[in-house]
């Protein structure tokens, strides 16, 4: 038995390395936001942007990737995605503007989605099902060490070699694992040879979700109400259509033919929704509020990551032999209560009780996301995989897009989009508490969708 899963190592530890990088960048970044807005004199909106974009076109080329991958190979599109975000990002480095920089993070998401629309389909794809949630719970662990050492590392090259030595140090890691995924990786996936691509399908899918993302992000402004109501009108049509093509962008017939499937879909997409955006809400809360530097914010913040790090590989471990939604429903249900902690922070809260909000924080996503990645794999026939796995990326950054939309909208609302100073620290701790009363009420709504799946979760 040793020897028939020795095989399956080198896949795994491609897919691992790989999984570092993304969320170690994403974390990392927060602790820099500060430091680029004084770089490029951007108001609060306008940095939250470096992040929203890269959420937006990591999100809308998921699923058409995922299909490019089924045609023409998993190998191919995700060794070609990764170097793509680690040159993108390397540039990073070298902007020159504000604009320069979103620009360039938006490249970064489109590769991401080449990545992640391929990664977990070639982990199911080489795990059977007895071993898949070990698998699963190894990678998120991986994913949750980045998060943790992201603020760590971030604040430290961002407070003494500057911002742009992130994005150098992450662009020439992500080079050396691009060229180690194509000279080690010997296997091919390739799950619908010969068949067509669906570009209308693609183009109708694209702009629904940019317009649902971006419409979400401009809200209140009346723009963001057309853009949203377009969206929503793309994603009907798409729908209908998707119905009637006999070789679809994606199947959606996957969430009428499995309720568990739809069901944990919903519960990752409210779930992301809900948490995304606290590092980088409290990055800004303790390096303008309370002035701590970028490597003590990281060392604060690092406390949730650790923690989801350790339960998640557990987690993934246990959901093999018991019922993984038990574990997700009652991780959203902890979520719950961290979030309404949050909710009560003042400039002069002890750090000792924000801490401790880290803590539940991350226990609760480290209870929830291996255990649910492993039901939404599981839900599944073999031959969508990929499309499972694109699936569940899409609900992972959209969810990461709309908590950016409304920590976006919170700060608009109450500060603008002028610098935060200490003549608006009151307006910006008025967007915080509004922020974490969305994300807490949403929360609350995911556990209880979530606990549908307690009685008739089964693992294929």
Not at 24 to 46: D, H, R, T, W, Y
Not at 323 to 342: D, E, K, R, Y
Request: glycine residues 10%.
């Amino acid at each position: 038995m040793k020897q028939k899963y020795s095989s399956k190592n080198p896949a795994l530890l491609i897919i691992c390395l790989a999984s570092f990088l993304v969320p170690f960048m994403g974390s990392a970044i927060n602790l820099s936001l500060p430091q680029i807005g004084k770089s490029f004199s951007m108001g609060a909106v306008f940095q939250s942007w470096i992040a929203t974009v890269y959420l937006i076109t990591a999100a809308i080329f998921q699923v058409p990737f995922a299909r490019l991958a089924d045609l023409f190979g998993r190998k191919k599109v995700f060794v070609q995605g990764l170097a793509l975000f680690s040159i993108s990002t390397f540039l990073c480095g070298l902007s020159f503007s504000g604009t320069m920089l979103i620009v360039l993070r938006a490249l970064a998401g489109m590769g991401s989605a080449m990545m992640f629309g391929t990664s977990m389909a070639i982990l199911v794809s080489t795990f059977p099902p007895a071993h898949r949630g070990k698998a699963i719970g190894i990678n998120t662990s991986v994913v949750y060490f980045a998060l943790a050492s992201g603020p760590f590392l971030g604040g430290l090259l961002t407070q003494y070699a500057g911002w742009q030595s992130l994005f150098f140090l992450v662009g020439l890691l992500g080079i050396v694992v691009a060229i180690f995924a194509a000279a080690i990786f010997k296997q091919e996936w390739i799950e619908a040879k010969g068949e067509h691509f669906d570009y209308i399908g693609s183009a109708v899918y694209a702009s629904g979700l940019f317009g649902l993302i971006f419409g979400f992000s401009r809200l209140p402004d009346i723009s963001g109400f057309i853009l949203t109501a377009a969206g929503i009108a793309c994603f009907t049509v798409f729908v209908i259509y998707e119905l009637k093509e006999k070789q679809p962008i994606f199947n959606v017939r996957i969430f009428s033919g499995s309720k568990i499937f739809g069901l944990s879909c919903l519960s990752a997409l409210i779930n992301y929704a809900c948490t995304s955006a606290i590092a980088f809400m409290l990055s800004l809360y303790l390096q303008y509020i309370r002035g701590f530097t970028p490597q003590n914010t990281g060392l604060i913040l690092i406390v949730q990551a650790c923690v989801q790090c350790a339960v998640s590989f557990y987690a993934g471990r246990l959901s093999d032999r018991l019922n993984p939604a038990t574990f997700a429903t009652s991780g959203m249900g902890i979520i719950v209560a961290g979030l309404a902690g949050l909710i009560f922070v003042t400039p002069c809260t002890s750090m000792a009780f924000i801490v401790f909000l880290l803590f539940l924080l991350g226990f609760g996503f480290g209870l929830f996301s291996s255990p649910n990645s492993n039901v939404i794999m599981s839900s599944v026939d073999k031959k969508y995989y990929g499309q499972a796995s694109a699936t569940m990326g899409t609900m992972r950054l959209t969810g990461q897009a709309f908590s950016m939309g409304i920590a976006t909208m919170a700060i608009s609302l109450s500060l603008g989009n002028r610098i935060i100073s200490p003549e608006s620290y009151g307006n910006f701790m008025k967007s915080f508490r509004i922020t974490f009363i969305i994300f807490a009420a949403l929360c609350m709504a995911g556990t209880y969708t979530s606990s549908f799946r307690l009685k008739n979760t089964r693992l294929m």
